[in-house]
T-cell receptor, first 115, second 111 residues
Framework: GAVVSQHPSWVICKSGTSVKIECRSL??????MFWYRQFPKQSLMLMAT???????TYEQGVEKDKFLINHASLTLSTLTVTSAHPEDSSFYIC????WGGGTQYFGPGTRLLVL | DAKTTQPPSMDCAEGRAANLPCNHS???????VYWYRQIHSQGPQYIIH???NNETNEMASLIITEDRKSSTLILPHATLRDTAVYYC????????????FGTGTRLQVTL
């Protein structure tokens, strides 16, 4: 149990385009999902906390207008990187926590390359 | 969440037990000790967690000191597939509680 999926697993796009990444909790309901970013040889950095039915909470230094987060249901959160630039190239990972709290489970990640 | 401290790297021979230490001297009473690992180019994988008592599951054992200021993750028979970065994190497991990832311990399992 406790499976989190992400789609796509990797994406290549041109500079200036927008990219949407989906995160789904497959066998549990998640009122809260989290989005992380990881650059090569670095640890995971939390970008934002996604709350079902409400606005996301962004960490300091993360541009909310650039990284749009939507948490429309208890099993789906999306991250849209708008007007992507090469410096946005990174490994994006989502996680989800069961509605009652408890262990946080992670998706397999999405590798984004912006040319 | 309480700060955790881990050695940057460790080696372990295949088939031997890997003992990964973690210090969390400022952990609060409602924070669990969580262990995750990240194999190259994958999302973190949950391993085990505990509050006070030692815990064991099919992947590993977790030993927490009585004062809860430190813990040890034990992989009883390490294999090459256990080569990964292991993260020790203190978490109160609240719905909106955020996990803070440190640099972890890079475990290299060798033949």
């Amino acid at each position: 149990g406790a499976v989190v999926s992400q789609h796509p697993s990797w994406v290549i796009c041109k500079s200036g385009t927008s990219v949407k990444i989906e995160c789904r909790s497959l066998d549990f309901q998640a009122t809260t999902m989290f989005w992380y970013r990881q650059f090569p040889k670095q640890s995971l950095m939390l970008m934002a906390t996604s709350n079902e039915g409400s606005k996301a909470t962004y960490e300091q230094g993360v541009e909310k207008d650039k990284f749009l987060i939507n948490h429309a249901s208890l099993t789906l959160s999306t991250l849209t990187v708008t007007s992507a630039h090469p410096e946005d190239s990174s490994f994006y990972i989502c996680s989800a926590r069961d509605w009652g709290g408890g262990t946080q489970y992670f998706g397999p990640g999405t590798r984004l390359l912006v040319l | 969440d309480a700060k955790t401290t881990q050695p940057p790297s460790m080696d372990c021979a295949e088939g031997r037990a890997a003992n990964l230490p973690c210090n969390h001297s400022t952990i609060s009473g409602n924070e669990y000790v969580y262990w995750y690992r990240q194999i190259h180019s994958q999302g973190p994988q949950y391993i085990i967690h505990g509050l006070k008592n030692n815990e064991t599951n099919e992947m590993a054992s977790l030993i927490i000191t009585e004062d809860r200021k430190s813990s040890t993750l034990i992989l009883p028979h390490a294999t090459l597939r256990d080569t990964a970065v292991y993260y020790c994190i203190a978490d109160n497991t609240g719905t909106a509680s955020k996990l803070t990832f440190g640099t972890g311990t890079r475990l290299q399992v060798t033949l």
